[in-house]
């Protein structure tokens, strides 16, 4: 058999195929990464910690950080490279290669006049890390993200925890599921402590706080065991850790939640005469339920006593005629709000929210023959990154009922909810 010579292949191809390599070649490149390290300093002599970020990069992955400073918390900012300061920003224009940013930051501050939600003594420190490391705009290369850690300094005999773990000497990872900049966030516990941990439900579970403060560790890790495995039947996405902090005066007497972690005051009780628990209504914003929009904060803060509520029913932690009595309470709490749509959702407000949220859960069951209920949605919310608003609210709670719900229409609200689509 006789062979033909093979044609040549005719040079628009060639370019062609050698272009589409090419961009495969460059799709499949990983995005540009740049190292940020993250260092803050303890001085509690002065009141103050040392806070810095320092970014090593090889190709100008970085070009200008804007940080969003707090006037008279954050002061003394030094910076390689170009550094402006137009308060309320500072904008840290890095060398190619890198550099190094820094600040002082004041700890202590007051809230509301009720404590403090930060503070350093000679004994011991709680505060946020988000004060520490304030939030950023990055401006550079397109993708770029960071491989940050966390490194901490405090006097000797002082022990650190954060939601990324203890700190021994050695820095700590610290990633920002959907972030591209991810900083430190979350409580953070330092000095003379006392430290429980527990495994519960396959979550590593740590209750940390001063010693001598009349923390409760085992009675927080108590109710949690107890709870918080009917909590994750509800919002399956709870962190794989969580840290809970805790001090007496002069800390807020109230509770505040956090990124994978919360804070409560040491004398705040687990399960109050209302029948529901502030720990437990924190670990439901450490779920996901947080981030509100205007006017959406009766849905948060009503939600978190909802899911508070029912862990200790669901649980058997309290009696169905107990759970019920609570709910009556509640009923009578909030009978005479007027107005849910408040920028703050105090006791009242809330108290009204979680009779709605009852109701609300009886009409989509009722119209979905019992296959949905008010956990579909709250799970869908805990799910999301999206703001928690009304309208986003009402229209997953249709889509979840399938069906209009006239409920909304007469709530006691400034405007009419907006109407939903179904899909």
């Not at 195929?17 to 499949?28: F, I, K, N, P």
């Not at 900012?77 to 190619?96: I, K, Q, S, T």
């Not at 986003?392 to 229409?409: M, N, P, V, Y």
Request: aromatic share 6%.
């Amino acid at each position: 058999m006789r062979c033909l010579p093979r044609a040549p292949i005719p040079r628009f191809l060639l370019a062609l195929c050698t272009a589409l390599v090419s961009a495969c070649a460059v799709a499949a490149d990983p995005p540009p990464e740049y190292d940020a390290a993250f260092h803050a300093e303890l001085l509690p002599a002065e009141g103050v910690a040392v806070a810095s970020v320092k970014i090593d990069q090889r190709d100008g992955e970085v070009s200008e950080l804007r940080f969003r400073i707090e006037e008279g918390r954050h002061h003394d900012f030094d910076g390689d490279g170009e550094l402006e300061v137009e308060p309320p920003f500072v904008y840290w224009r890095p060398p190619a290669d890198g550099g190094r940013f820094s600040l002082r930051v004041h700890i202590d501050r007051e809230r509301r006049g009720n404590g403090k939600d930060a503070h350093i003594d000679a004994d011991w420190a709680i505060l946020r890390l988000d004060h520490l490391f304030p939030a950023a705009r990055v401006r550079g290369r397109p993708g770029a993200t960071s491989r940050s850690t966390l490194s901490l300094a405090a006097p000797e005999d002082w022990s650190v925890e954060t939601r990324y773990g203890r700190f021994d000497g050695e820095p700590l990872p610290v990633e920002t599921s959907g972030r591209r900049y991810s900083r430190p966030t979350g409580w953070i516990a330092a000095g003379q402590l006392g430290v429980r941990r527990e495994s519960i439900a396959g979550r590593g579970v740590t209750v940390a706080g001063p010693v001598q403060q009349g923390v409760r560790r085992m009675d927080h890790l108590a109710l949690m065991q107890w709870t918080l495995p009917t909590l994750l039947e509800v919002f399956p996405a709870f962190p794989e850790s969580v840290l809970v902090v805790s001090a007496g005066d002069p800390m807020w007497r109230g509770a505040l939640s956090g990124p994978s972690s919360l804070y409560i005051h040491a004398e705040r009780p687990l399960i109050n005469e209302r029948g529901t628990s502030t720990l437990l209504h924190e670990l439901v914003h450490v779920a996901g339920i947080s981030g509100t929009g205007t006017g959406a904060a009766w849905i948060v803060e009503g939600l978190a006593d909802y899911y508070s509520l029912e862990a200790l029913r669901r649980s058997g932690a309290v009696t169905d005629a107990r759970h019920e009595r609570s709910r009556a309470a509640l009923e009578r709490q909030g009978r005479d709000v007027s107005r849910l749509d408040t920028r703050r959702a105090n006791a009242e407000v809330s108290a009204r929210a979680v009779t709605v949220l009852y109701m609300l859960d009886a009409a989509i069951r009722d119209a979905s023959g019992g296959e949905a209920s008010l956990d579909d949605v709250a799970r869908a919310l805990a799910e999301s990154d999206e703001t928690i608003t009304l309208a986003r609210f009402r229209t997953l709670a249709e889509q979840t009922a399938g069906a209009t719900l006239a409920l909304f229409d007469d709530l006691p609200l400034r405007k009419p909810a907006p109407p939903s689509r179904i899909e």
